[in-house]
């Protein structure tokens, strides 16, 4: 998010949402913070309630926010069933790489990685790039382009995402596989 949306708890424009809770990733304004703090013995998060929340200040870049590397547990559903993968994705400067023991998955990208079009300015969408199609479809099936990946981070340390990916036999018959995943990012 950046740090010049308005607070979600007092909606004032004027101050700054330039801090983020540590524990659920929501932003609030250092007027709200003092607020809250100067209140309690325990102050509790205005979100999630946690005891004895920390903030830190938000970052003026919202794509940094998904910036490390993130293990991923991805589910794909196609018409012929469903199957679950893991991987690890590591995200520099708004693209993304993948590496794999599932062969296809290995070696993919994401690229035109943006976060916070929406006003909670957690979400996030990318352009994912496979190199090939599943190896379950045969080795004439291929990737039919780019599919948009489109997510939200739940909390600092977790996302999660979903895409369809099309696949093409040579006869021109198609598939979509429905690929849904949930990131955790590496400490």
Known sequence: MAA????????????????????CGQC???????????RAVAPKCPYCRRPNF???????????FLEG???????????????????????RDSAGSSSSSTDYLDGGKWDEVS?????????????????????????????CGRS????RKRTP???EFRTVVTLTSPDGDMMEIVQEGWMTLRE
């Not at 830190?56 to 940094?64: C, E, G, L, Q, Y």
């Open 4 to 23: 010049s949306a308005a607070c979600a708890i007092c909606c004032d424009s004027s101050y700054p949402a330039d801090l983020e809770t540590t524990c």
């Open 28 to 38: 609030l304004c250092r007027v709200c913070l003092l607020s809250i703090t100067d």
């Open 54 to 64: 920390e903030t830190r200040p938000t970052s003026s870049d919202p794509n940094s």
């Open 69 to 91: 590397v993130w293990d991923v547990r991805v589910k794909e559903t196609s018409p012929l069933g469903s199957t679950e993968h893991n991987s690890t994705i590591e995200i």
């Open 115 to 143: 976060m916070g079009h929406t006003s909670s300015g957690k979400s996030f969408s990318a352009s994912q790039r496979l190199t090939r199609a599943p190896e379950w479809t045969g080795d004439s099936t291929r990737v």
């Open 148 to 151: 948009r990946v489109t997510g």
């Open 157 to 159: 340390t977790e996302a």
